[in-house]
């Protein structure tokens, strides 16, 4: 990433490295946020597969003890 040196005034005040630290940071946030929906995704999918095992074993365990009347 390439710095700015907007003059000596804001060299002097620390403008342009509190520019930097705002760049890396926004930079940062803009790379975490990228891959942050993938990572969602993947654990919605196995919440997915989980939640259908559970629901499969739990089937098969009250489907031996019941039955239903007709």
């Known amino acids: 990433m390439t710095t700015i040196s907007t ?16 760049q890396t940071f926004v930079s940062g946030l803009l790379s975490e946020g990228s891959t942050a929906p993938g ?15 559970d629901d499969a074993a739990a089937m098969t365990r009250i489907g031996a003890e019941w039955a239903p009347v007709e």
């Open 7 to 22: 003059s000596v005034v804001a060299d002097a005040t620390g403008f342009n490295s509190a520019h930097g630290e705002l």
């Open 39 to 53: 990572t969602m995704a993947s654990t919605l999918r196995d919440v997915r597969k989980q939640y259908e095992a």
